[in-house]
């Protein structure tokens, strides 16, 4: 038999030649078309990186709105307390008038720290309802992006089963 060595037993097979042994088979070419026929579709990534970036543009736009507002009403209360504290040290003539002048600041100025302390819960409430509405419309858009994404997925991928079935046909 030509398909083994002179041993006399039969048993030990004819060794492969030095080209056969070191060359490995090349699968680039199988490995290539099995990836075209999975879908994989770009625009996805895109719509999803775009939609990010949307979100973040409004996020950072409520962000910067409450940290101007914030700042309008810090500067609003400082110059308001420096004129009260400029009317209760200026020169008075009796010392009793002293007295009431850190009593009318002291009032002024727990006046203006309601005033202003609900200001800044208005402005923290407005950040927490935009955040919230825009959290759920981020949700509500990447939940109806996904589904879209699986549909046409799995679209392409049946139609991909069925022209491989076609063709082994």
């Known amino acids: 038999n030509a398909e083994y060595m002179g041993s006399g037993n039969g048993r030990n097979p004819k060794p492969l030649g030095a080209n056969q042994m070191t060359k490995t088979p090349d699968f680039t070419k199988a490995f290539q078309d099995a990836m075209a026929s999975f879908p994989v579709d770009a625009t996805a990534f895109q719509n999803a ?3 990010q970036a949307a979100f973040g543009e409004k996020l950072s736009k ?3 709105e409450a940290a101007e ?6 500067s609003k209360w400082a110059k308001e307390t420096i004129a009260k504290l400029s009317a209760a040290a200026k020169a008075k003539a009796e010392p009793t ?7 009318d600041f002291a009032s002024a100025a727990a006046e203006l720290a309601a005033e202003n302390l609900a200001a800044f819960a208005e402005v923290a409430k407005k950040v927490q309802s935009e955040t919230v509405e825009l959290l759920l419309a981020a949700g509500k858009a990447a939940s109806e992006e996904a589904t879209a994404a699986v549909k046409k997925a ?3 991928a049946t ?4 022209k491989a079935a076609a063709a082994a046909k």
């Open 49 to 51: 990186f775009k939609t």
């Open 159 to 162: 139609n991909v089963a069925k």
């Open 69 to 74: 507002k914030s700042t309008e009403i810090s």
């Open 62 to 64: 409520v962000a910067l």
């Open 97 to 103: 008038d002293y007295t009431k002048a850190a009593t």
């Open 154 to 156: 799995a679209t392409e």
